[in-house]
């Protein structure tokens, strides 16, 4: 059975557009591993949004060099997991537990309620949990 992973928006972006990313090594590897059944890799429906942010501010994208990337964010092997009542109130325990952004715990409280891993390149906003095991990316 495949391991589930939970993915945030920091490593999502490197499989999409690689301009100044680190650990891009560790992220193919996920990819391999999702591919070829080793892992299962999901994320909040959020992050969708978040990687539309980057592309647009971080990235400094055209609509024109967007459709690739955007295209790629719906065809790569993860699964977004819309918000329901469940993880939304998991998410917002989390949140003021850790006093973090609901955007930031909605990674935590996925991992957890799904017992998965979390692999992050931000350990700043993600690594602040303890009920989930969280690996950063560069670790991987």
Do not use: C
């Amino acid at each position: 059975m495949p391991q589930k992973t939970v993915v945030d928006s920091s490593v999502i972006v490197k499989w999409l557009n690689t301009d100044n990313e680190q650990d891009l090594e560790q992220a193919d590897k996920i990819l391999k591993e999702a591919r070829n059944g080793k892992v299962e890799i999901i994320a909040p429906e959020l992050s969708k949004y978040e990687v539309g942010n980057v592309l647009l501010f971080g990235k400094k994208l055209t609509s024109a060099q967007a459709n690739v990337p955007l295209y790629w964010l719906f065809h790569l092997p993860i699964t977004f997991i819309p918000l329901s009542e469940e993880l939304s109130n998991k998410t917002f325990s989390i949140a003021e537990l850790l006093k973090i952004t609901f955007y930031d715990a909605a990674f935590l409280a996925l991992a957890e309620l799904e017992n998965a891993v979390l692999i992050t390149d931000n350990l700043k906003h993600q690594g602040k949990s303890s009920a989930v095991k969280i690996i950063a990316l560069k670790d991987y």
